[in-house]
């Protein structure tokens, strides 16, 4: 069985500030991870995934995630706020032997001016 | 089409009605899954299917139904609704190859039951 915790409902950060979103995640084995970003009224989009590769993934729109397997996280950062960034983002974990994911209960980022 | 399709994009129902949500996707993918999402509990898996004829029960099963007749369609029933059933519902799919099961989304359909 597999769980994701996502610290943090609600994230606000300036302009130009630095962007962590914290993931933490439990897997009986070794997993996959995602993140998604839900901009208002629209379905989820990938934004990157560690599949057991580079520890350091890079997604789009400049976001990054980091995999530490002793510390069970996978944060995701971005070093410089957008205003188009405000959206709501899911961390997601794959550990089992079937295609489900998931899905932590989402942390909303707000970017003020 | 491209990717995942769902209709109707919103619906107002009445209680006590019999509701069928649409869901297409073009990606030949074997898995498809809906959820709903609901203020502060993320995304919750109502049913989902691991190929064309098999289906399975996710966390929030009761009061909806599914079927997979062929690969490209999952559709979605509430047999009688209920406005505990409002909500925002995602379709999705995935297992393309070396997807890693990312799953894809489509844009969603708000219901409201009155």
């Known amino acids: 069985a597999q769980s994701v915790t996502q610290l943090g409902s609600h994230v606000s950060v300036s302009e130009g500030a630095l962007v962590l979103l914290r993931c933490n995640y439990s897997s009986s084995v070794p997993p996959y991870l995602f993140w998604y970003v839900q901009y208002p009224n629209q379905g989820l989009q990938l934004l990157l995934k560690?599949?057991?590769?580079?520890?350091l993934v890079k997604g789009i729109n400049g976001f990054e995630a980091e995999f530490k397997k002793s510390e069970t996280s996978f944060h995701l950062t971005k070093p410089s706020a957008h205003m188009s960034d405000a959206a709501e983002y899911f961390c997601?974990?794959?550990?089992?032997?079937?295609?489900?994911?998931?899905f932590g209960k989402g942390t909303l980022l707000t970017v003020n001016p | 089409i491209a990717g995942i399709t769902q209709a109707p994009t919103s619906q107002i129902l009445a209680a006590g009605r019999r509701m069928t949500l649409r869901c297409t996707q073009d990606?030949?993918?074997?898995?498809m899954y809906w959820y709903r999402q609901d203020l502060g509990l993320g995304l919750r898996l109502i049913h989902y299917s691991n190929t064309a004829g098999t289906t399975g029960k996710g966390e929030v099963p009761d009061g909806y139904s599914v079927s997979r007749a062929n690969t490209d369609d999952f559709p979605l029933t509430l047999a009688s609704a209920v406005p505990s059933q409002t909500s925002v519902y995602f379709c999705?799919?995935?297992?393309?190859?070396?997807?890693?099961?990312?799953?894809?989304f489509g844009p969603g359909t708000r219901l409201t039951v009155l």
């Open positions: 997601a974990v794959w550990g089992g032997s079937n295609y489900k994911l998931t």
């Open positions: 560690y599949t057991s590769a580079a520890t």
């Open positions: 990606m030949r993918h074997n898995a």
């Open positions: 999705a799919s995935s297992g393309g190859p070396h997807s890693y099961n990312e799953q894809f």
